[in-house]
């Protein structure tokens, strides 16, 4: 599969990497990834330059992996600093990429890295900035390609049908979505619904006996599958100044083809110390997205199997105005770059 | 894999569509079988010509399959009925294929449409016109090519070796038998072996001190899978008039090029009320089949591999020539109807 | 996979083929070994030649095996003995394999059969001459490609990384391997250490307050993937003369491209009634290799993919001279096998 190269993917959460370090296929590459001495993020491909073996069997110490099979240890760069059976040599190195920790995660640049420039990863800092008591994260390993993860948050009408006990009310349904395509690469959907039904979840924090509310979700995607969501609600006619939001990511980066890393966290701008609230939060949002999302678009995927999505036909319906964007946005990106580099080659 | 497509294959008993509908896979393509409002059974392809999801994780009600992804409803014809993002239009539809249920169970045309005729449906009624007390079934997925089951009824010296301790005896082994091709598409292949040693499940129903009988066993095929197989036995040189028959059914309907879907049942004509022989009759046939044929087929089919049958040039026996016959006459169909596919899109 | 063909691979230990006879998958071939009446051991391609079910399903009696299917029975030389549908003829013979038992071992000849000579079987007879009580043996089917079994005995050095707490002490490591190629074919690596650390199962067996010693490891392989390792030890500067050896094989099968029937076995020339401590080395031996080398190169075999090894350009160092040498002797050997026969047959 083709993938976008010259963008930061995210790899991890920042504490999914200890001291063991943390071996995760990446756009179907094994990587490895560890901390230096300092404790600053590496990545190297999984795989000793030597025999092959995974060095992600071995041990990280002092920022320096060494592989289990014949003592070859590497450092970040990749560089081989330690050879038991000869010279240290350049041919000894191992392939590393680009890493940087931004807010609460790891981010990987598979492209040239000559361009990697950690200030291009998109500004998460409000997840960063946000308590402990109001961060709350997940992760579910997907069976679908990385692209119909996206179309899922890109398209919250699902919600209605296959969270109705929960997220779904039939309010986004009936709300035509505005999308806004920005200079910046951000493709923005906006859901504003007024005076409508609110969904179970948000019917529960609304005061007693409001059957009706006002209520926006606002999606903004960035390549390659990084997604900010903010939602929020109000009593029917009241007010929006002051209502509480609920600031999310949503952030999908393929493992293969028909996998996908699925990465997701929730902070808020209200009830910022309550620890109880934070923790039923996570519950209920990794239950949803593992059970009734992730099941879904593995679905999806076997009945799509090795087909070109588009080769499918599929049938477009409105709410589909955001995903199909920012399809065809990703699209251009990744046709953009491999002409550029066939460009280069030629 | 090539299948003959004008034709009816059995897609369930007719019992497995309730409510909930059945989600099967038929000659590779996944299939979703419901009911509509009047009870009549329904095939659509489980797709959503939306987003591909299954059309059976979603929800039956009054005839109606609503997608569980983003709601989008289905009649039995596969035209949409409902689409809670804007207009109805016949680009909503999904394809569907004619269905109709006969003699307890439900068939389905994967062909031309326009030829669906269900009186063409083998005449299986002495299925239907059973009592409940004098009909059992049963059904297993098969590890294996269809045409590999269907050789497995149509060569019946295997029970001898097989099945010694209940079907085989070796009387079958030692009878030739013969074959009739008949000019209504049936091949039938008839054992009558005669002052021959029984099974030891025939045995047991012979009077006290029997030890040789006269017994027939015929199997009458047609295209693509289905057989009727009645059999009997009387003490040698006792007449064959009234002794009772077992009157039982094999179909294959392939799932895949390597799995089939196996169905089998079995009704006879003597102790129709005999509830507790019925179910003796279910469990052992049940037993054998899942436990013997099945493990047996499926081994061949691990050896056969990717490989055509023919090209890896089966030694033929004498027994073989029914089983032989049923392939060249598939075959004979299936080219046929490819050849007038190619003619008419020339 | 292109395998060296006109050689003996070892099938089974001798044990291991009983009454009923062993299935088993060499060279991508199903092939099952049994016995004939007079225990001599017998490789049939394990799969019927009428309907290809496996052989190994039937029963064995008198040298002869019995297709559980139809009956048809075949000797030891693929000839089928009995039809019970018909004449025997020899259109109904299956393909049979050259086998040969020695040394507690069946040898199978998978090549042109008339050059298949059981004197060119690698000589063992160490094994064979070995009290019961000072000879253990093992076996595990591994997850890799047996070249990459043959590189993990070639190259020891791998003993200090991999096994440091049992046979690995660094002194391999420190210890530059002499390869010897012999006119007989045989590829010999000697490790000889003076004055090192002993390994932690050496030193264990050293004299008390002995930190020190001498120890010698050679290694001698022959084609396919037969290898005969003795190590020894004695504390440093004192005589080798009358020092005990441990006396062991290694020898891998192919399953397929990426499985190994790895077979390992060990005696001495010491301590050779001391059952209680075979059966130490026995457990010892089956632990560390099925749960420390065989995960390992199962895990390189994964990184490796369906790449050609040495398309991964792997960095050669010191340690992988004897491997190297072995491995492009048996390129060399398959080539020349390759090109004999193209020229046979063009």
Redesign the interface.
Known sequence: MTYLRNCWYMAAWADEVGEAGLARTLLDQ?IFLFRDADGAPQALL??C??????LS?GEVAGGVV??????LAFDGTGACVH????PVTR??ATPSYPVAERHRAIWIWMGDPERADPDQIRDLGFLADAPDTAFNKGYVLGGGNYQLFV?NIL?L??T???HPDTLGGGSI?RTRAKVEQRDDGIIKIMWDSYDDVPPPLVRSKMPEGVERADSWTHVEWSAPGVMKLVNGAVPAGTPREGAGNSINVHIMTPESERTTHYFFASTRDYALDDAELNEAIRRIRAQIFSTEDEP?IA??Q???GAADFWD?K??L???DEGAVAVRRRLDTLIAAEQAEWQAETA
């Open positions: 094994p999984d795989r330059p030597h025999r092959f073996a995974p069997m060494t592989c289990r099979y014949h003592g050879n038991p059976h000869g041919a000894l179309d398209d009408s699902h209605d049908y296959l349904t879904m679905a999806q076997e009945r799509i499918l599929p049938a319906l409105r709410i």
